[in-house]
């Protein structure tokens, strides 16, 4: 049996990672909502919806539009700090492994695909775009291809990277990391979307889930180094 597992008094100095975890869920859902059946008629087009389909919604719901790419730009920034502060406190606790690095990579291309997504959003309720059926559909499959899979299969490397060292430290519950390696692996497939329409609801199936686990291991994650009990007290 491995030692067991006590806490020093240095902690690693970083943002409240659950709280971060949750100002990123708060802004993403709040710039879902106005967009969405809730929020009024029409709702944000599919992917694959006629040019029709997609100017009308621009032309009948532009303030909504805005606002949605407005609070998805602002959440990108509190999804880059996670990531950036997790991993620094992976390090501080002594984790070395690739997967840390591969976590960064996958946070940081989550938080500025998202804000790439949202800049295409933005630009769709520019005047002029919403009466171009051509140009509003060429920037909606862009908006999707951002937001979509640019959104969930980096997301995925960033719960496998995250997930993986910290299971073989025991630094977080095993169902945590256990939901994070199923999440990372819809994430992935969801690369499929670009060619298999059927692969669509890998999207959302990474993204919701996804704050859940967030949330939890922003909570979960100890802040303090740990040390081997065995190793303070001697026989």
Excluded: K
Excluded at 15 to 42: D, K, R
Aim: hydrophobic content about 55%; charged content about 10%; proline content about 9%.
């Amino acid at each position: 049996m491995p030692p067991s597992t006590v806490y020093t008094g240095s902690r690693h100095h970083s943002p409240p990672l659950g709280i971060v975890a949750i100002v990123f869920t708060v802004l993403f859902c709040a710039g879902l909502y106005p967009v969405t059946y809730f929020g009024g008629q029409p709702s944000f087009p599919m992917p694959w919806a006629a040019p029709q389909t997609v100017t009308a919604f621009l032309q009948q719901r532009h303030s909504a539009a805005l606002l949605c790419a407005f609070l998805h730009f602002g959440s990108a920034i509190p999804l880059g700090i996670f990531t950036a502060a997790a991993v620094s406190r992976l390090r501080f606790l002594g984790i070395r492994a690739a997967g840390i690095d591969i976590a960064l990579f996958g946070g940081f291309a989550t938080a500025i695909l998202m804000m790439a997504s949202s800049v295409c959003l933005w630009t769709m309720t520019m005047p002029g775009v919403a009466q171009d059926p051509a140009l509003a559909e060429a920037l909606h499959f862009l908006n999707f291809a951002l937001g979509g899979p640019g959104y969930s299969v980096p997301l995925g490397l960033l719960m496998a990277g995250l997930s993986i060292p910290a299971y073989f430290r025991r630094l977080v519950p095993r169902w945590i990391v256990y939901l994070g390696l199923a999440l990372a692996v819809c994430g992935e497939l969801s690369w499929l979307a670009f060619e298999f329409r059927s692969a669509l609801p890998l999207i959302p199936l990474t993204r919701f889930p996804g704050y859940v686990w967030l949330i939890a291991f922003g909570f979960a994650l100890p802040a303090r180094a740990p040390r081997a009990a065995a190793q303070e007290v001697q026989a």
